[in-house]
């Protein structure tokens, strides 16, 4: 049932390795530079100029553990996963999800086209047709937020949509501009364009007020997807037939599902898929989390990230969709040399690509967590690996006495 590739991510082993020889089949995985392979182990990572131009006050640099996640085939291709994460077991319960998820030929996914959404707020004096003024003025509008994004247009992005709503608590018309940032995760391109465009709208609703201009990091017309089938046998355990722990997933999913205390937990388990392949790859972790949480709440009720579902023919079923806003060009991206190097090594995806994996990587985390917890408790994994931390905190101890 395993799928059978070239290049595989399947690399039994990988972990009893020293540091230096993981970097090295990771470098050869991906024909990674000598240099390159550097700034994925960190050593030649932020200098004190690039710490300088990224944030103000700087003082240095702070480091976190960067992990290889194996496994993951993604769409049929495999691909190696780099996470910086500083907890325990994350890394190889990632790992551990993806190769549960290769009995059933890996993970499918797709993506919305990465439409990014600004907002504009304008405080309304006194009544007047919005409505009407706005559809009529809504291409003219579009064009001019257009106007010398010349780069952007050339490479199929640009503002593509207006819509609106009114708040009347707070007299306000909430102008929404939705703009196809392609590559990039879009926040300046977003703020830039509804500033300028918010300029416009005095003339246009006569009487009104700007209040705030700045993009939304819900972003709904944003969305990744990712979903993986796993034949029951895949499960068979020790003390468990695959098909029990298979209800016994559902069933913790459904915990989840009607109780908002299991789904923060649940979905906690899901970010730490999520947030180290973001902080890899020099990507808005912050942004990502605020969007993930507010969307699992579209239905007035926080609910979990995956769904969970047993098929008719006895598999299980999962799946995850997110607002996923990411970038792969410009900014820290960019900039950050082992953001470069991850990028590299997952095989210069575009943002699209890169939101799929990342969905990937956090049904693959969910998965392992739910296996874990339904069976034999996370602590019996957890603490194995966490007795190495343990080990050498008392040798350090030891040393200092
Ligand atoms: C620990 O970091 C994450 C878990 O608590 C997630 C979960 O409970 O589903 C194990």
New binding site residues.
Partial sequence: MEHGHERSSRLPGFYTLPISERAKLAARFSGLSEEEALSLSGLGSLTGELVDIFIENAVGSFSLPLGIATNFCVNGKDVLVPMAVE?TS?VAAASHGAKLARFGGGFRTRSSEPIMTGQIQLYLKHEVDFDRILTEEKESLLEYANRGQDRLLKRGGGAKDLTWYFIPEIQSLVVLLHINTVDAMGANIVNTMVEKLSAFMPGLITGCEVGLRILTNLTERRLAYAECTIPAEAFRHTTFEGHHVVDKIVG?WAFAWHDTHRAT??N??VM?GIDPVLIATGNDWRAIEAGAHAFCCREGKYRPMTTWKKTKEGHLHGSIEVPMAVGTVGGVTKLHPTAQAALKLLGHPGAQELAEIICAVGLAQ?LS??R??ATEG?QHGHMGLHQKNIDLLQKQMRAIQ
């Fill in positions: 907890e994350v913790a937990t649940h906690k388990g730490n969910n967590a739910l874990a917890l996370i």
